[in-house]
């Protein structure tokens, strides 16, 4: 009888109350140094991001990865020879390059996906997105499942998809609604219209506005998610982005050209050059701040935190018959006295 | 690291590939201490050592405060460990500190179990942390990580060796928790003897197989602060809160007689070689190494414990499940024998006891029948009596009336004689009446 009553436990260490200690005035500690800290070692062990651009073929897709990254990361598709017909069915392509500025080394794979959008009948043509994305969630999960874990799990997971719209100046197509109906729940979208060169500014913002209200009215949820602002200032800042400068409207171009004295990245059109990274004509720049150089670790923890953790949460819901919210665990280990946890379940 | 590493890390295909201008993710670094710097950061300190050794006084001072608790005494019956947590801030950065200390630890007199609530403890987080990462819906991210990240280990100034509950204890740990042994109050120690008491320390925890946390070397820009400082341990500190006026600052200092002893003064003792490493070069690498080293460990043993495996990449894509289901039923099966069991014994004793009580039924049943036999017995012995005494009495009467009318008879028919008689009887009133 005695081997089911549990041992006693000592309580584990929980922050009762947490005493405010403000120590600026006693003398300085050194906890600000664990900033520094941090930073060299993330500095040491390198970052991985992962971006898939989506969108029917010639909308310049490559072009703009390329200029976004400054280097030849993506093999245009004008590249190919006439033997080379459109593939059948949407191929997922993904191709690494590590890339290093100011010390910071980075492994980039952008993900393509020729043939999306191209065939006459492109019912469920997203089905092969979805399913990739989903086999790289699988993938982290089995490792992060190993008993013998690695130091580092690769990390091959989605982080971003830039979704492209075509310029048609009138509203989004069947196919762009079904297709981020069905992936803004698995990954973070990020739609950009792309070829902005070919509409005037009135042209631009109308259907910029169309676009947002069309994706508000379906239920899209698109990078930034509404649901997953922190606090305040996270929330005004997306806001702004959201309600003002999204969809992003960019013109990509890997070409330079003298304007002014300067070499800059230009398209060279018979009546005048358009300057990539100039906001007045295009908002390509817009779009490398965002993604790059604000919200490029906010776009890894969201992938981290919330789409894989639901991904995960699912997967061990169907494959356990468990009821959500018990623990993988739960009936096995001995009981453990419950350790009241900051934030609820 | 070089440039090969870092391809050969990423695997083929991966090539490295020259930018033509400022693309800007240089931030990047910046992007994610950000982030960290909101959410704030965790530092758990495990505080273990006899009492009196200094533990409170130092944790004061080595973070300019003074936190709640009052001294231990000596009279603790077993080691119990002792845990507050305080929000510190310092310009921008909120710090979530724990200090845990371990109240009566080698006041004992056996001392044999000292080590084992410790031990408990430090395996009590790592449970906590598991559980919370096993679970299916979980909130890993703003998770408050309650595992120890440094345990510091204090050593009695006692110049000459370790103890041996030190060696045990520690032996014990070392495979936990980062171990950094410091000697307290070393003050006690002459300059000479404390360099041959290091070295005997140092000798003693190599010869035992313990292993100490070593500063991490292979960042170049702190490898060789970490590298000297590796030769410097354990760390002889001095902690003390007053502060005296030494010179013409106000410093954190203690008074004796013969001279006074400066905490920071890195000549008097190893108080700030202590802050550095601790505090501000290797936070960040303790808490790294509690996860990646001794968090992974506790975890790997524990799913081996419960029987999960990994089978090979390529066989069924869930193993874990799998396993977990043959492993619910199994305990299901063990449940309900062990229910069956319980139930079984229960029926047995409700059994028994009845057969018990019906006994005592019986028992008392017979024993009424005897009170009450008893009972007619003497009653009708009583009654018998009774009866007896009632015939007599008729029968006295009866005697009474024939006396009575005789003595009428006899008093009519010769009154002298009878009354002589009545003389003689009554001067012989012994003469028997008929």
Redesign the interface.
């Known amino acids: 009888?005695s081997e089911?009553v549990p041992e006693p436990?000592?309580?584990?260490?929980?922050?009762?109350?947490?005493?405010?200690?403000?120590?600026?005035l006693?003398?300085?500690?050194?906890?600000?140094?664990?900033?520094e800290?941090?930073?060299?070692?993330?500095?040491?062990t390198?970052?991985d991001?992962n971006i898939m651009v989506v969108g029917q073929s010639g909308l310049g897709k490559s072009t703009l990865v390329n200029t976004?990254?400054?280097?030849?990361?993506s093999r245009k598709a004008s590249s190919w020879n006439r033997e080379e017909k459109i593939p059948k069915t949407v191929e997922i392509k993904a191709?690494?390059?590590?890339?290093?500025?100011?010390?910071?080394?980075?492994?980039l794979t952008v993900i393509d996906t020729p043939g999306f959008g191209d065939q006459i009948n492109n019912e469920n043509c997203w089905e092969p997105i979805e399913k990739y994305i989903n086999e790289q969630y699988?993938k982290f999960l089995?490792e992060e499942?190993?008993?013998?874990?690695k130091?580092r799990i690769p990390d091959t997971r989605v982080h971003c998809c830039l979704y492209f719209i075509s310029p048609t100046g009138h509203s989004l197509r069947p196919l762009d609604l079904e297709f981020m109906k069905h992936l803004s729940k698995v990954v973070n979208i990020i739609p950009v219209i792309a070829k902005a060169d070919t509409m005037t500014l009135e042209e631009k913002s109308e259907f910029k506005q169309r676009v947002r209200k069309e994706l508000e009215v379906n239920g899209i949820e698109f990078y930034p998610q509404k649901e997953f602002d922190?606090?305040l200032e996270d929330k005004t800042e997306n806001d702004k982005i959201r309600q003002e400068s999204m969809p992003f409207a960019v013109v990509g171009s890997d070409k330079e050209y003298q304007v002014n004295g300067k070499r800059v990245l230009g398209r060279k059109t018979p009546w005048g050059i358009i300057e990539v990274e100039n906001l007045n004509h295009c908002e390509f720049a817009l779009l490398?701040?965002f993604v790059?150089?604000?919200?490029?670790?906010?776009l890894k923890?969201v992938t981290?935190?919330i789409h894989y953790?639901t991904y995960?949460?699912k997967?061990?819901?169907d494959?356990?018959g468990?009821p959500?919210?018990?623990?993988?665990?739960g009936?096995?280990?001995p009981p453990?006295p419950a350790?009241p946890?900051?934030?609820a379940? | 690291m070089a440039a090969t590493d870092i391809a050969r890390q990423v695997g083929e295909g991966c090539r490295t590939v020259p930018l033509a201008g400022h693309v800007g993710f240089d931030s990047l670094p910046d992007q994610l201490v950000n982030k960290s710097v909101s959410q704030g950061f965790c530092f758990n300190i495990l505080c273990v050592g006899e009492t009196g050794l200094g533990k409170s006084t130092l944790m004061d001072t080595l973070f300019n405060t003074k936190f709640e608790g009052e001294p231990a005494t000596h009279t603790q019956p077993g080691v119990q460990l002792r845990s507050n947590t305080y929000d510190l801030q310092e310009s921008n950065v909120g710090l979530k500190l724990t200090i845990v200390s371990t109240v009566g630890f080698g006041d004992q007199i056996n001392k044999e179990d000292s080590y084992k609530p410790i031990v408990e403890f430090i395996d009590a987080q790592f449970e906590a942390y598991l559980q919370e990462e096993l679970k299916i819906r979980r909130v890993l991210h703003a998770y408050h990580d309650s595992r120890i990240h440094a345990c510091l280990y204090f050593i009695a100034p006692t110049g000459h060796s370790l103890k041996s509950l030190d060696l045990v204890t520690m032996k014990k740990l070392d495979s936990k928790v980062n171990i950094i042994p410091i000697i307290a109050k070393s003050d006690a120690i002459s300059k000479s003897e404390l360099t041959k008491f290091k070295i005997k320390i140092t000798s003693e925890l190599v010869s035992n197989g313990v292993q100490i946390y070593q500063f991490p070397t292979d960042d170049e820009s702190v490898a060789e602060i970490n590298g000297t400082m590796n030769a410097h341990l354990p760390f002889a500190v001095i902690g003390s809160t007053e502060e005296l006026k030494i010179g013409n600052k106000m410093m954190k200092a203690r008074q004796y007689p013969w001279g006074t002893v400066q905490v920071e003064n890195e000549a008097h003792c190893d108080f700030v070689k202590l802050r550095e490493m601790l505090i501000r070069v290797n936070m960040e690498d303790l808490r790294e190494q509690t996860h990646s080293r001794h968090y992974e460990l506790y975890r790997r043993c524990k799913l081996e414990e419960m029987g999960f495996q990994d089978t090979d990449p390529d066989s069924k894509p869930f193993s874990l499940q799998e396993t977990y289901e043959a492993k619910r039923n199994e305990f299901l099966g063990e449940l309900q024998k062990k229910e069956e069991e319980m139930r079984q014994m229960f029926v047995q004793r409700v059994k028994e006891k009845e057969a018990e009580l019906k006994e005592a039924e019986k028992e008392l049943h017979e024993k009424f029948d005897r009170l009450k036999k008893l009972h007619q017995d003497e009653k009708k012995k009583l009654e018998d009596k009774k009866k007896s005494l009632d015939d007599e009495v008729n029968a006295f009467k009866q005697r009474k009336t024939a006396a009575e009318l005789l003595q009428s008879q006899s008093s009519q028919a010769g009154g002298s004689q009878t009354l002589k008689r009545d003389k003689e009887k009554k001067n012989n009133p012994w003469l028997c009446t008929e």
């Open positions: 009888m089911l436990r000592p309580k584990p260490a929980v922050p009762m109350k947490p005493v405010s200690i403000n120590s600026n006693l003398g300085y500690i050194g906890i600000d140094t664990i900033i800290q941090m930073r060299k070692k993330t500095m040491k390198g970052f991001f976004l990254f400054k280097s030849q990361v191709i690494g390059h590590v890339i290093e500025e100011g010390g910071v080394k980075m492994k699988e089995k499942v190993n008993i013998a874990r130091k922190e606090d490398r701040d790059i150089r604000t919200h490029l670790q906010d923890e981290h935190n953790e995960r949460a997967r061990l819901n494959n356990g468990l959500p919210g018990e623990g993988l665990l009936t096995v280990l453990v350790t946890c900051p934030t379940e």
